[in-house]
């Protein structure tokens, strides 16, 4: 399958300090991709930069082999679905669920009324039934708890209809219900088959072989490890990742779990 | 790809002089909001006094919502506390509305208003000062009114 991004050398430098180091990473279309990594490590970073959401300083990323300084970046923004608490809690705070759920139909920060139709409203309004929110319309998203914004970025994702859904820890924080409907509504992308998935997590037990296909480990900004999901989700390489001795099993579900070997 | 970048600038660097914020219609200013080599990518409209990002409306939109929420106590959001908040939001809702309709109508385009614009004054509801040359022609007409109607009976 072609590659739909590809990241060479990639890195982000703030002052002396590197947020993301020679990072080389190629998506195939309609992968299925898992990233783990520890606090700090970088991957909120990695995704921003992928999604058009900030820019690179070090390497060479393209889209479908096209440098993204040579593209329409809010187009680039508008295929990748960026569902990000920890990015957008950054930028949003007392914005309404409408301007910025309507603003990633032109994948600009702000709302942009050139390119919205009364259509998209609808769809919008539709949405928001859909997962119980329809009277939170007019609310600033600082008033949203953690689940309701949570659903909105995945509403402001697919109302531009995306080719690639970021996930950025989508089960941070959701109570167990919210965790449940959150684990139904990725386990619907991966089955559909239709969109190429980034997922990131802390978390092994959001992980399952039946819903992804390749995992990319980050350490300290850099890429660790890289290639099919149990190819790298095992307790030897694991071990290594976390520098401590590990067990990783499968649940009944198929989901894994890791254990810490005492 | 320059040309494209530099119209949503100069669009909204435009926008900014003939717009105000819906909520509570200070003045928008074009702000960098995120670190970006693109400044299309960078760059939105910003509300210094409500602090957020903001598309806002135009100025005699706003002046008119405003005028209509206080004449008719509207209220969009009863569920609300009655504070200057809920106002701000009413009048954002109706901007919304008002908004809508002129574009509808053809009356606004991505310069601000299509067509020129007088506000009623009085039927705004704004203190307004008459000087005396004006007040004597007020009275004329009241007297020219009068008689009409003196006529008529």
């Not at chain 1, 759920?101 to 994948?107: C, K, P, Y």
């Not at chain 2, 949503?8 to 702000?31: D, F, M």
Request: negative net charge; proline residues 1%; glycine residues 6%.
């Amino acid at each position: 399958m072609d590659a739909i991004i590809t990241a060479r050398g990639l890195g982000c430098q703030s002052g002396d300090r590197f947020l993301l180091k020679n990072v080389n990473w190629e998506i195939e279309e309609k992968s299925r991709w898992i990233i783990l990594g520890m606090n700090g490590s970088g991957k909120t970073t990695l995704l921003s930069m992928l999604s058009g959401y900030q820019d690179y300083t070090h390497g060479e990323l393209t889209w479908r082999g096209v440098d993204y300084r040579k593209q329409d970046i809010l187009e680039i923004r508008r295929k990748m679905g960026f569902i990000s608490n920890s990015y957008f809690d950054r930028i949003y705070q007392n914005e309404s669920v409408m301007d910025l759920a309507l603003a990633g139909l032109s994948g600009t920060l702000g709302l942009e009324e050139t390119c919205i139709t009364s259509a998209h409203v609808r769809k919008l309004k539709r949405l928001l039934e859909r997962v119980g929110l329809q009277d939170r319309l007019d609310a600033s998203y600082s008033w949203l708890s953690k689940g309701e914004r949570q659903n909105i970025l995945i509403l402001r994702a697919l109302l531009a209809q995306p080719e690639v859904m970021v996930l950025d820890e989508p089960m941070t924080g959701l109570d167990v219900v919210m965790k449940h409907k959150m684990k139904r509504f990725v386990k619907g992308i991966a089955d559909e088959r239709r969109h190429t998935m980034l997922y990131v997590t802390h978390h092994f037990e959001e992980i399952s072989p039946d819903l992804f296909d390749h995992c990319l480990l980050m350490r300290h900004g850099q890429v660790y490890r890289s290639g099919g999901v149990e190819d790298v989700i095992n307790s030897e390489v694991i071990s290594g990742f976390l520098q401590k001795p590990v067990k990783i099993d499968r649940m009944k579900d198929g989901y894994y779990h890791l254990s810490f070997k005492s | 790809m320059a040309n494209e970048k530099s119209l949503r600038v100069e669009r909204l660097k435009q926008r900014a002089k003939y717009c105000c914020c819906r909520y509570c219609g200070s003045e928008l200013h074009v702000r960098q909001i995120v670190f970006h080599t693109q400044a299309m990518a960078r760059i939105e409209l910003y509300c210094d006094q409500c602090q957020k990002i903001e598309y806002g409306v135009e100025k005699e939109a706003y002046a008119s919502a405003k005028a209509f929420v206080e004449a008719n106590q509207f209220n969009h959001f009863p569920d609300m506390e009655d504070n200057e908040q809920r106002l701000q939001m009413n009048v954002a809702k109706v901007c919304n509305i008002t908004s809508w309709q002129l574009r509808y109508l053809g009356l606004t385009n991505e310069t601000g208003m299509a067509v020129p614009v007088h506000i009623n004054e009085y039927a705004m509801e704004q203190c307004t000062t008459v000087e005396e040359d004006r007040l004597e022609q007020l009275l004329e007409e009241a007297d020219q009114w009068m008689q009409s109607l003196q006529q008529e009976d």
